[in-house]
Antibody, heavy 118, light 107 residues
């Protein structure tokens, strides 16, 4: 069965960086994109960007473009999202999701809480 | 960017009710419209893709319709497990964007 397993809770100070991992199983990793979506406490869903594990192509939300990097390791079927220069408003739960151009995000990870606090 | 507007922001309904949620895009999105259900503390659950296609395992009481810029999600007979927040998302063009959500609460 398709599963996306994310890394654990993170607590970071302002200005630091965080890297969240998302290990995929149950399907051919390179056949689907991986999207990253975040949700601040009590708020809605925000699309952060997308990466193709097959090509390495990415597409980032403009507001995060200067601070975010998405990568994949096809040898371990793992996607990574790194966010730099963290601010308090980056406090959120971060989700990865398997994505295709036809069905959108059809499987999601369990979420990773990232708290940014001094 | 394509703006997605959901209405109403919240609604109160009873078990057994028929409920209709609306999502409007700021431009034509060629039916690349998905719906998600989210419960507190949980990841979003995919319900519908391509405006009207049920994701695998989704109960048939959920249905989606619409085209162009206007879309609806209908729950034909509301069940207790359906009380949640629902989000639409356009995936026609980058950046992908979500609506603000509709919270379905118990009356």
């Amino acid at each position: 069965q398709v599963q996306l397993e994310q890394s654990g809770t993170e607590v970071k100070k302002p200005g630091a960086s965080v890297r969240v991992s998302c290990r995929a199983s149950g399907y051919t990793f390179t056949n689907y994109g991986v999207a990253w979506v975040r949700q601040a406490p009590g708020q809605g869903l925000e699309w952060m960007g997308w990466i193709s594990p097959y090509t390495g192509n990415t597409n980032y939300a403009q507001k995060l473009q200067d601070r975010v990097t998405m990568t994949t390791d096809t040898s371990t079927s793992t996607a990574y999202m790194e966010l730099r220069s963290l601010r308090s408003d980056d406090t959120a739960t971060y989700y990865c999701a398997r994505e295709s151009s036809s069905t959108s995000a059809d499987y999601w990870g369990q979420g990773t809480l990232v708290t940014v606090s001094s | 960017d394509i703006q997605m507007t959901q209405s109403p922001p919240s609604l109160s309904a009873s078990v057994g009710d028929r409920v209709t949620l609306t999502c409007r895009a700021s431009q034509v999105i060629n039916n690349y419209l998905a719906w998600f259900q989210q419960k507190p503390g949980k990841a979003p659950k995919p319900l519908i893709y391509s405006a009207s296609n049920l994701q695998s395992g989704v109960p048939s009481r959920f249905s989606g319709s619409g085209s162009g810029t206007d879309f609806t999600l209908t729950i034909s007979t509301l069940q207790s497990e359906d009380f949640a927040t629902y989000y639409c998302q356009q995936y026609n063009s980058y950046p992908l964007t979500f609506g603000g959500g509709t919270k379905v609460e118990i009356k």
